[in-house]
């Protein structure tokens, strides 16, 4: 049972971080009771014992008032961390969606049968036979979760291995001689001064739910230093705001806009295309002079519409989802063209509904994952008003020399 409230408690922290829902003070909170509660299940207050079934065919818990708080806690996060993963999944569109459909499956089927055999069916019908089941119903959450990842991209791979395992790992470790170091204190003052186990077993609650945040930071900046990698996506966003920020010049502009995108995804090439108004086309700059995308392709108009960035390897998904019959040409226009000037992602720049400029990236078998498309939707904010503000005065200084001419 303590075990459980772990399982619910790192499932929620995981969705809360993975549809960016994290609210430090609601977290905090959570963590504190869930701390709390694994403790009260390592108690008599949960189960105080065991007994035969009136049949005499299977041992019983003796249930205790903690499994009211038990059902409470753990219930309550497995249904939020489901609920939250549902609204998300009705917002995506594409990869993403596929993505969700697939983690919610396997979350409702391992979760159905977890708390079937392993509460319901002890509790309620007082049967305890089948609880043995329970470890099988991990394998559909493990199945899909890994088909997910192989399939859709779910989740940077190489960021889980290299770092989010060490972390999780360093973070067991360290709590867990945490841990054994508060018990020993438990025992000494219990066994030393006589203190009723009861007042220990609160002293011991604090100070493992007081201790877990400063441990937790401290196990995080360690792995931080040791992984010198990839910067996080809004150090890296701010990064590229302080360098744009006071930027007038606008091929100055782009060039520095390229370099940090580059860096950052790795990709092999980015061209952008920027609204010319006397052709009505979108001509290359900055080193891509002489390409041009045209204002009646498909591409244009299709990001009238949506102002997502569109993956090459996804428009396949979102041809499934779209309804509409024009929609439908546009996407599968949209994919010959990407085709042809061979880009794996197109992100727009738009101003209201306007589209001023397009970015193109390409690559070889470059794969976007979820986080590098998060931290272009992050960048695109930056990066739209400061190409927005350099048009309007690189047009400006054009009509000052015109007239000084």
């Excluded at 959570?30 to 007994?51: E, K, N, Q």
């Excluded at 569109?93 to 409702?108: S, Y």
């Excluded at 370099?259 to 108004?277: A, M, R």
Aim: net charge positive; hydrophobic share 50%; proline share 2%.
């Amino acid at each position: 049972m303590a075990f459980a409230v772990v399982q619910a408690l790192i499932i929620f922290l995981l969705i809360s971080k993975l549809i960016q829902r994290v609210n430090k003070k609601l977290n905090t909170i959570i963590i504190f009771i869930s701390l709390a509660l694994l403790i009260i299940c390592l108690t008599p207050y949960l189960f105080s014992g065991v007994s035969f079934s009136d049949k005499g065919d299977n041992y019983l818990p003796i249930v205790e008032p903690g499994i009211f708080l038990f059902a409470v806690v753990t219930l309550g996060l497995i249904f939020y961390s489901i609920l939250l993963l549902i609204k998300k999944y009705f917002k995506s569109l594409g990869i993403i969606k596929n993505q969700l459909r697939l983690i919610i499956l396997g979350l409702i089927i391992m979760y159905a049968g977890i708390i079937y055999f392993s509460f319901i069916n002890v509790v309620v019908f007082n049967n305890s036979n089948y609880v043995y089941l329970v470890s099988f119903f991990t394998l559909p959450f493990i199945i899909l979760t890994t088909y997910s990842i192989l399939r859709y991209r779910f989740m940077d791979i190489k960021v889980v291995i290299k770092k989010g395992v060490v972390y999780g790992i360093s973070l067991i470790i360290a709590l867990s001689i945490y841990t054994y170091l508060v018990l020993v204190f438990k025992d000494t003052i219990e066994d030393s001064w006589n203190v009723n186990t009861t007042w220990t077993a609160a002293i011991l609650i604090v100070l493992v739910a007081l201790g877990f945040p400063p441990l937790k930071n401290l196990v995080e900046k360690a792995v931080n230093k040791l992984f010198k990698g990839k910067k996080s996506i809004d150090l890296a966003v701010a990064e590229v705001k302080e360098k744009i920020s006071h930027e007038s010049n606008f091929e100055n502009l782009v060039g520095i806009i390229k370099k940090e995108i580059k860096e950052y995804l790795d990709v092999d090439s980015i061209q952008l295309f920027v609204y010319d108004k006397q052709s009505g086309d979108f001509a290359g700059k900055n080193g891509d002079t002489g390409k041009s995308l045209s204002q009646k392709s498909s591409l244009p108009k299709y990001f009238n519409k949506y102002d997502e960035v569109l993956i090459a390897e996804e428009i396949p998904h979102l041809l499934n989802e779209r309804q509409g019959k024009f929609e439908k040409e546009v996407l599968q226009q949209a994919e010959k063209e990407m085709k042809k000037n061979n880009f794996n992602l197109l992100m727009p720049v738009k101003t209201d509904q306007d589209v001023i400029a397009m970015v193109g990236f390409s690559g070889e078998s470059k794969s976007f994952s979820v986080q590098d498309v998060e931290y272009l939707n992050k960048l695109r904010e930056q990066v739209t008003f400061a190409i927005a503000n350099a048009l309007l005065y690189e047009n400006a200084m054009k009509r000052v020399r015109g007239e000084a001419v």
